[in-house]
């Protein structure tokens, strides 16, 4: 288990030594988040890094990544913790038929937390030799506002109170990765317990070295030509911007077909790869297809 960063400068170095390409603002976000002990909320398109940002920080501080994917309809058994029914009645029958008369004791014995399914965020509240884990609540924007007050109690004071346990609480709080696309507002209420950071489209010279980093098979050329037309696509109106993770894509998808250069031909062949809507890829086709591959070219003169 490696220490946590005691300056920005090592978060940079930290986030780096991942092969995360941080600016030195969301470096120093993570860094107060870490610091303070309090969630850290980033926002942002989908694509642009968010998600990674907590997978980086498991791998290089050594700690479990605990993660919730949420969802429409997502409750608390499926995100805290729900009773294990079946060995619950299995358990009650198996002590009545051994004639066990105390109601009580029954009752608490089914109630024990042997049989208590412990679902991310309840796991989460747990240390390990590793030190407490790294939580990850992905895109908590697709699900609803009776599932955000869930989060209040453990963002507030990373506990959770199961009526027939008690209040369980942790020992150590958990770091806490909460990430929003902004398909609808986050309540304030949430928003308030935590550090807030908008994660933007990186810029040209950043993009570029994450993509010299995650794709070093790639060409130079080829990769700054990768780089200016990406750039450029996010300046267009199109239903959706390709982000950093379709452009990784798409860069190993040049250099698996041993590309050095861009042309029409296999951006044409290969743009399902950067956009995933038809209409968006029906904008780039004939002498507009070409005039962004020109215009990205002629941006590295």
Request: net charge negative.
């Amino acid at each position: 288990m490696t220490a946590l960063p005691n300056s920005i400068d090592e978060t940079l170095a930290l986030l780096t030594k991942g092969d995360y390409v941080a600016d030195r603002a969301l470096a120093t976000v993570v860094f107060l988040s870490m610091k303070m002990g309090r969630p850290l909320f980033l926002e942002g398109e989908a694509g642009v890094g968010k998600t990674e940002i907590a997978k980086v920080l498991s791998n290089v501080l050594g700690r479990r990544l605990i993660r919730l994917q949420c969802y429409e309809g997502l409750d608390v058994s499926s995100a805290v913790y729900e009773w294990d029914y079946a060995r619950q009645m299995m358990a009650i029958r198996l002590a009545e038929a051994a004639g066990e008369q105390d109601r009580a004791r029954i009752e608490h014995d089914v109630f024990s937390e042997r049989y208590l399914i412990k679902r991310p965020l309840l796991q989460a509240l747990e240390s390990t030799t590793e030190g407490p884990p790294v939580l990850l609540v992905d895109e908590l924007d697709r699900t609803d506002e009776a599932f955000e007050a869930f989060l209040l109690e453990i963002l507030s004071d990373f506990q959770v109170t199961i009526p027939e346990l008690g209040t369980i609480h942790a020992d150590h709080p958990p770091i806490v990765i909460i990430t929003s696309n902004r398909t609808r507002e986050v309540h304030d209420a949430l928003k308030r317990r935590c550090l807030y950071h908008w994660v933007d489209y990186p810029t040209a010279e950043r993009e570029l070295a994450i993509l010299a980093k995650k794709v070093p098979q790639a060409p130079q050329n080829l990769t700054r030509e990768i780089v200016a037309f990406v750039q450029g696509l996010r300046q267009k109106d199109l239903f959706k911007q390709p982000g950093v993770a379709e452009a990784l894509d798409w860069a190993s998808a040049l250099a698996e077909l041993d590309a050095v250069s861009l042309d029409a031909e296999i951006v044409s062949d290969t743009l399902g790869v950067l956009l995933k809507y038809q209409d968006d890829i029906q904008k780039l086709q004939g002498s507009e297809l070409q005039k962004a591959i020109d215009e990205a070219k002629a941006s590295l003169v």
